[in-house]
């Protein structure tokens, strides 16, 4: 698979006076298929996404799971509609065309769009996981894949595993910010230890990942968090009422 094949939200952009050589590594930037300023709209849209953890801390799962499962069904029957029908196809292009990435274009590989897989794996976090630990990993996805692509697309030159050493330095700045004001069982410091433990462990998933970040930012945040939670602090429920954010 080329680069320009995989997903990049934040690869840096190209150098301004130096040309690439034949024998140099191929240029992160090939891979950023939208602009700027669509990039800018794309995140603002993404960032909506928070309301998700954040009705989730005052929700049971069964509510969610209400509100999330039909949701998901509608977005998805239409993404995947616009491969197979041409009227859903040119309404779909003429309003979405301008902020869809190149990948999600395709009509070989027909791949799902952005806005798709974030509800696919909203649904899968909050079936699998315990409610504290899908809340922090899913505001840990939509603010510091955010910050990362913005960031990355701005200032990245170096080059880390599939992305931007910028963009991967500012996913973990911000992923531990949101781990110290998302939700807590009331165990202590731990807790936050674990948290930016599960924070680097996404950063590290965003930028090295073939799989879309919507759906391997959040779930390997929740193995660890889940993982660490079991090994550190076993008595701790994580399933049951959350503390306020920012507590």
Same mark, same amino acid.
């Given at each position: 698979?080329?680069?320009?094949?995989?997903?990049?939200?934040?690869?840096?952009?190209?150098?301004?006076?130096?040309?690439?050589?034949?024998?140099?590594?191929?240029?992160?930037?090939?891979?950023?298929?939208?602009?700027?300023?669509?990039?800018?709209?794309?995140?603002?849209?993404?960032?909506?996404?928070?309301?998700?953890? !954040?009705?989730?801390?005052?929700? /049971?799962?069964?509510?969610?799971? @209400? *509100?999330?499962?039909?949701?998901? &069904? =509608?977005? +998805? #029957?239409?993404?995947?509609?616009?491969?197979?029908?041409?009227?859903?196809?040119?309404?779909?292009?003429?309003?979405?065309?301008?902020?869809?990435?190149?990948?999600?274009?395709?009509?070989?590989?027909?791949?799902?769009?952005?806005?798709?897989?974030?509800?696919?794996?909203?649904?899968?976090?909050?079936? !699998?996981?315990?409610?504290?630990? /899908?809340?922090?990993?899913?505001? @840990? *996805?939509?603010?510091?894949?955010? &910050? =990362?692509? +913005? #960031?990355?697309?701005?200032?990245?030159?170096?080059?880390?595993?599939?992305?931007?050493?910028?963009?991967?330095?500012?996913?973990?700045?911000?992923?531990?910010?949101?781990?110290?004001?998302?939700?807590?069982?009331?165990?202590?410091?731990?807790?936050?230890?674990?948290?930016?433990?599960?924070?680097?462990?996404?950063?590290?998933?965003?930028?090295?990942?073939?799989?879309?970040?919507?759906?391997?930012?959040?779930?390997?945040?929740?193995?660890?968090?889940?993982?660490?939670?079991?090994?550190?602090?076993?008595?701790?429920?994580?399933?049951?009422?959350?503390?306020?954010?920012?507590?």
């Amino acid at each position: 698979m080329t680069l320009e094949e995989t997903r990049s939200d934040h690869v840096p952009p190209p150098p301004a006076t130096t040309p690439a050589s034949a024998g140099d590594e191929p240029d992160l930037h090939a891979a950023a298929t939208i602009d700027y300023r669509s990039e800018l709209v794309r995140k603002a849209i993404h960032l909506c996404s928070l309301s998700i953890p !954040v009705i989730y801390s005052f929700i /049971t799962k069964e509510m969610a799971l @209400i *509100l999330l499962v039909p949701v998901t &069904t =509608a977005f +998805l #029957v239409v993404d995947l509609a616009r491969y197979y029908f041409p009227p859903v196809s040119r309404l779909f292009y003429t309003v979405f065309g301008w902020l869809l990435r190149k990948h999600e274009q395709d009509e070989r590989v027909k791949r799902l769009n952005g806005a798709t897989n974030v509800l696919l794996s909203a649904v899968l976090c909050v079936l !699998v996981f315990p409610r504290l630990v /899908t809340i922090t990993a899913f505001a @840990i *996805l939509i603010i510091s894949d955010s &910050t =990362a692509a +913005l #960031v990355g697309r701005r200032f990245g030159r170096r080059r880390f595993f599939r992305k931007s050493l910028e963009g991967a330095a500012a996913f973990l700045v911000s992923a531990v910010i949101v781990v110290f004001v998302s939700p807590k069982a009331g165990a202590g410091p731990m807790e936050y230890l674990i948290g930016v433990a599960a924070a680097a462990a996404g950063m590290v998933a965003e930028s090295a990942s073939s799989i879309d970040d919507n759906i391997a930012v959040p779930v390997s945040v929740g193995l660890v968090l889940w993982a660490l939670y079991a090994l550190f602090l076993p008595g701790v429920d994580l399933s049951g009422p959350v503390a306020v954010w920012g507590t």
